[in-house]
T-cell receptor
Framework: GENVEQHPSTLSVQEGDSAVIKCTYS??????FPWYKQELGKRPQLIID?????GEKKDQRIAVTLNKTAKHFSLHITETQPEDSAVYFC?????????????FGRGTQLTVWP | AAGVIQSPRHLIKEKRETATLKCYPI?????VYWYQQGPGQDPQFLIS???????DKGSIPDRFSAQQFSDYHSELNMSSLELGDSALYFC??????????????FGPGTRLTVL
């Protein structure tokens, strides 16, 4: 099965700085890579996703890059704000035999200091 | 816009009891996924249903079973509960028949506590 690794496990930045979270995956069949933000005790919320036919996607302060050859993808948050503090999970899936089940990384606790 | 609904939101059970968790997917979504998230851990896939048929199975204990009904709602049945079953249980729904979309929308979760 797919194995997703995520680094770092914790990340502290000053408000206004950028934050980068990196993930690698093992299964070359994976073709969909979402990022979820989860606040304590709440549901994971999709913040951005990228498909394997695209190398980069941006949505305001958030961007994701994908390197299919190296099997890694990254989340970039610019101009961080205290409200960005949460746990961020990367995930990978494919629409083959597993019909889209998500394999999650172990999460990154992001803390943005005012 | 309608979201995924889960009930109950909180559940407290004793060891060896049974529990039933319910999930109502977003209207017109054809796929339901169940995930278990322990404290400080990432969500772990349990089982999924596509058009009311089991489509994939993950690390779901034999003590657990699930099904999807004709109205597309799904239930996760858990028997002989153990302390280690205490976790957040999320249901997510998606629309796969369109051939492309994989976005999964998560419900608010059911917090199960086993005493």
């Amino acid at each position: 099965g797919e194995n997703v690794e995520q680094h770092p496990s914790t990340l502290s930045v000053q408000e206004g700085d950028s934050a980068v979270i990196k993930c690698t995956y093992s299964d070359s069949a994976s073709n969909y890579f979402p990022w979820y933000k989860q606040e304590l005790g709440k549901r994971p919320q999709l913040i951005i996703d990228i498909r394997s036919n695209v190398g980069e996607k941006k949505d305001q302060r958030i961007a994701v890059t994908l390197n299919k050859t190296a099997k890694h993808f990254s989340l970039h948050i610019t101009e961080t704000q205290p409200e960005d503090s949460a746990v961020y999970f990367c995930a990978a899936s494919d629409r083959g035999s597993t019909l889209g089940r998500l394999y999650f990384g172990r999460g990154t606790q992001l803390t943005v200091w005012p | 816009a309608a979201g995924v609904i889960q009930s109950p939101r909180h559940l407290i059970k004793e060891k060896r009891e049974t529990a039933t968790l319910k999930c109502y997917p977003i209207p017109r979504h054809d796929t339901v996924y169940w995930y278990q998230q322990g404290p400080g851990q990432d969500p772990q896939f349990l089982i999924s249903f596509y058009e009311k048929m089991q489509s994939d199975k993950g690390s779901i204990p034999d003590r657990f079973s699930a099904q999807q009904f004709s109205d597309y709602h799904s239930e996760l049945n858990m028997s002989s509960l153990e302390l280690g079953d205490s976790a957040l249980y999320f249901c997510a729904s998606s629309f796969l028949a369109g051939g492309r979309n994989n976005e999964q929308f998560f419900g608010p979760g059911t917090r199960l506590t086993v005493l």
